[in-house]
């Protein structure tokens, strides 16, 4: 019988109160804590945090504060990528963002989703095991390919795959992949034009 956390990882139902994943939220919450009190100068500090808490970060990266996230340790990030203030990074599952891409202000990346129907998304277990969490959830990755530009107040949700190169506008509601190279717009996302690279 597969454990909880074998379900998340394979993108099945799953019950996201289980001591497994209360364990990821209390660290992810401590550097959370940390991170988010250090002065923005103090810079090797604040590097040193996000090595040790994300998935994987890469050089030249920089993360402004307040930043919100999940567990951290689902977070991988590239090369020269700036995630600007205030962004929330929900990552149940993988959130993915390759190299020189720039990341706006007030964006929100959510991996984790529940079931539309409510007899399927009620945690049928919940009234006899109440320390388990009273619905179920799914968790999807989300992957932001090299040289994108995610505009301030966007929202990704999970499953989601952006192409290299594109740019999101402001507040778009992102529900579907994007291609490479063009510029997407609007609740829901939609391409509104190629991006012609000299």
Not at 28 to 45: C, H, I, V
Not at 102 to 109: F, K, L, R, S, Y
Not at 169 to 197: F, L, M, T, Y
Request: aromatic share 8%.
């Amino acid at each position: 019988m597969k454990s909880e956390f074998e379900k998340q990882q394979s993108g099945e139902l799953y019950d996201a109160h289980t001591n497994i994943f209360k364990l990821f939220k209390k660290e992810a919450n401590a550097f959370l804590m940390e991170y988010n009190s250090l002065p923005y100068n103090d810079a090797k500090e604040r590097r040193d945090l996000l090595v040790r808490s994300l998935g994987s970060i890469g050089n030249h990266v920089t993360i402004g504060t307040p930043f919100l996230c999940d567990f951290a340790r689902n977070i991988h990030i590239g090369n020269n990528v700036s995630v600007n203030m205030n962004c929330s990074f929900m990552d149940s599952a993988e959130i993915r963002i390759d190299d020189e891409t720039m990341i706006a202000p007030n964006v929100q990346i959510y991996t984790g989703t529940h079931p539309i129907k409510l007899s399927e998304r009620l945690n049928p277990q919940w009234q006899t095991h109440n320390e388990q969490h009273f619905v179920m959830t799914r968790a999807l990755p989300v992957h932001i390919s090299q040289g994108c530009w995610i505009g301030g107040g966007t929202i990704i949700l999970p499953g989601v795959t952006i192409g290299k190169g594109s740019v999101i506008g402001a507040g778009s509601v992102v529900v579907k992949n994007i291609p490479d190279h063009v510029v997407a717009v609007g609740n829901p996302c939609k391409v509104i034009k190629e991006i012609e690279e000299n």
